[in-house]
């Protein structure tokens, strides 16, 4: 019988698999996650990386607020409830009484939350002159690129249970934040402890919150092993431990749920979709999931300056093949940055269609010779926005090499990547967002504001004033209609910028046993296992 290569490399897999044994008590008593990659820390504040905010957010972390998973409404959290002044200026918030933090081996809580952790949470970023901001970078690039802080008045402890934000403008998403997976609740009682042993760094790497979990050990690129946060707010009659298993081949992470040493599985490939529907005790979970994979050009270096040059090499892909070699049907073509089910989507949207001859006209009106040379950054790790960057890097290249263009494909370790990228080393990049939140600003801003292009998740380097003025007025816009027609042409710029080259919008996959129930899978990035059950 002949075994096709993607069964050889499935049966290597297996054995690589088989050298590594898990856990019993973990299996018996918890569960273990597969992971694609290592986080770049344990602050979800510090990143914009969907690995990380999938390893910290919800397991270590509540927020004042949460957005239900089915129809995204805003839930009471930390907050019990919240009022919002008539002028749209004031937010006020009542803090959940009995809310305890971990316990760990460096901190032993003497109280409960209160106003105080809220206020430092936020002030940590918002206020310039406090104490942790400039620890561990002093940048916070989701909040820096939403602008956040200079819209933000006062942050006032209004009673030991009551805090409340004043804006000096109405922004019609800031209540959105809130549940934003950014806006974790820290101590501050544990934060002054390491301030005062000199030790504040420590914050985000051995962090304390509220979550369904602890943190108690950490190993990069192996596992991270959390442990049941014995107090927690919303019962503890779930699992009692959890690790992530840091496994970056998606191959092995599928033949580790097969032989069980995995109980779940993260961004399953869309080419072992047939595998997984064959396997017995597996199930696939899918989610529209609200994000977008694209190709982005360093705006800063030439000829990429260029609009002209940027439209042709948009032009000069075949973004069909790429859905059907790299996707294999499980997302759309991208013809907007934001996708389908964003309220402001624009459907009559263009975007250059694959056109070789189109493309060999605007380089040479460009300037731009037969063998020019470019790099293409592939992300290294596999995401729903993007789940094989280095092939779709591959197919863009030859693309490219008809055009006259040669294509050199780079990548790096992921935290080495990315800190390379925001240091704008790149020609251009595969990579994509998925959304925090279900505005359409949560899309615009993070990827192309100038602040997101001082702070780096603007990986095009791209800025334009009348974009940025744009959405800065459809925030403050009441009308739903007036603000998508805002929404809508802020896209036309991008349209005729081309900063980016949207490529695709995916579905978002999980696979795991049978016996494992109630993981909580969200569209808008991250997963929970707070009230996860398992089956012996």
């Keep these: 019988m002949k075994i096709s290569r993607h069964w050889v490399i499935f049966l290597s897999a297996l054995v690589m698999s088989a050298c590594k044994q898990a856990d019993t008590s973990i299996l018996d008593q918890g569960v273990i996650y597969c992971s694609e ?67 760990t081996r460096n901190f032993i809580p003497s109280r409960e939350l209160n106003a105080d952790d809220v206020i430092f949470s936020f002030n940590r970023w918002y206020d310039v002159d406090h104490p942790y901001h400039q620890v561990n970078g002093g940048i916070y690039p989701y909040f820096d690129s939403m602008q956040l802080a200079e819209n933000i008045k006062a942050i006032t402890r209004v009673s030991s249970r009551v805090v409340r934000f004043t804006l000096y403008k109405k922004d019609h998403d800031f209540i959105q934040h809130f549940a934003s997976h950014y806006t974790p609740i820290h101590s501050a009682e544990y934060a002054e402890q390491l301030l005062t042993a000199e030790t504040p760094e420590l914050l985000d790497s051995q962090p304390v919150g509220t979550g369904p979990f602890k943190l108690t050990e950490y190993h990069k690129d192996a596992f991270i092993r959390f442990k049941q946060h014995s107090s927690y707010w919303e019962g503890t009659d779930y699992i009692q431990n959890l690790v992530f298993d840091i496994t970056s081949q998606s191959s092995l992470r599928l033949a580790k749920l097969i032989t069980k040493e995995c109980d779940l599985i ?30 982005a050009f360093n705006t800063l270096k030439a000829p990429f300056d260029n609009p002209k040059v940027r439209y042709a090499l948009a032009a000069a892909i075949d973004k069909e093949t790429i859905l059907r070699a790299v996707y294999y049907g499980t997302a759309i073509k991208a013809n907007s940055i934001l996708p389908p089910n964003s309220w402001a ?41 993007n789940p094989n960057a280095h092939k779709m890097a591959e197919l863009i290249s030859s693309n490219l090499a008809e055009v006259g263009i040669e294509a050199n494909i780079v990548s790096y370790e992921w935290n080495t990547f990315r800190r390379l990228l925001s240091e704008q080393r790149h020609d251009s990049v595969l990579i994509g967002w998925a959304a925090d939140t279900p505005s359409p600003d949560n899309f615009l801003s993070p990827i192309f504001s100038c602040a997101s292009a001082i702070v780096g998740s603007n990986r095009s380097a791209w800025c334009n004033t009348d974009f940025d003025e744009i959405l800065y007025t459809a925030a403050q816009t009441e009308d739903k209609n007036e603000r ?36 909580h899978f969200y569209p808008n990035t991250s997963i929970g296992f707070s009230k996860v059950e398992k089956n012996k």
């Design 37 to 103: 990659g290592s986080p770049e820390t344990f602050n979800p504040q510090l990143v914009t990386s969907a690995t990380t905010l999938d390893a910290v957010s919800r397991q270590l972390f509540n927020r004042l607020l949460e957005f239900d998973p089915v129809d995204n409404s805003l839930q009471p959290s930390l907050a019990e409830y919240w009022m919002v002044s008539q002028d749209g200026l004031t937010y006020t918030f009542k803090i959940r009484s009995g809310v305890q933090f971990q316990t």
């Design 266 to 295: 993260a961004y399953p490939a869309s080419s072992e979709m047939q595998v997984l529907s064959n396997a017995k005790n597996i199930s696939v979970q899918a989610k529209t999931a609200n994000n977008v994979g694209f190709w």
């Design 345 to 385: 989507y624009n459907p009559n949207a263009e975007l250059p269609q694959y056109d070789p001859a189109l493309a060999r006209k605007l380089l040479k009106e460009a300037g731009i010779p037969d063998g020019f040379k470019m790099n293409i950054w592939a992300m290294p790790i596999e995401r729903p926005y």
């Design 484 to 519: 998508k027609a805002l929404y809508i042409q802020a896209q036309k710029i991008l349209q005729n910028e081309m900063p980016v080259v949207p490529i695709a919008h995916s579905t978002h996959y999980l696979a795991k046993l049978d016996n494992v129930h109630n993981v």
